[in-house]
């Protein structure tokens, strides 16, 4: 489980008060808990807060707005994609636009990429260049 720092746990707190348009879109929907995950919303991990997150799926989900784009937004991006990989979590980066266009597709898409790759009955990956 990702644990947040003291001062990430106090900014999750004020930005759940205070989120954008398409955030209050998508919460609403994954409240539901669909597929049957459990998400959470402004979640401290370490230092950084994100959007969303699927703890069971590994998954950090983060709306991106156009100022994502600008400055040095795309630098503390990737530093927070690179330190949530180290903690064995995947980023889903999805533009706020898309949110607002299609919301039930990008819904679709967040259960997509929680189901896991291999499940338990299906019995571990094949290896590859074995006969």
């Given amino acids: 489980m990702l644990k947040g720092s003291g001062a990430a746990i106090g900014k999750a707190r004020k930005l759940r008060r205070s989120m954008s348009l398409p955030e209050v879109l998508l919460w609403r929907e994954l409240r539901k808990r669909p597929g049957g995950f459990r998400f959470r919303r402004q979640h401290p991990a370490g230092t950084y807060v ?3 997150a699927c703890l069971e799926a ?3 989900i983060e709306v991106d707005g156009e100022a994502h784009g600008r400055g040095t937004n795309p630098v503390h991006d990737e530093a927070r994609d690179e330190w949530l990989m180290a903690q064995g979590y995947r980023t889903m980066r ?4 898309e949110v607002l266009s299609d919301l039930g597709a990008v819904v679709t898409y ?5 189901q896991p790759l291999h499940r338990p009955s299906d ?9």
């Fill in 50 to 52: 994100l959007d969303f």
């Fill in 58 to 60: 590994k998954l950090a």
């Fill in 94 to 97: 999805i533009p706020a636009r």
């Fill in 110 to 114: 967040i259960l997509a990429q929680c």
């Fill in 123 to 131: 019995g571990p990956p094949p290896r590859t260049g074995e006969d």
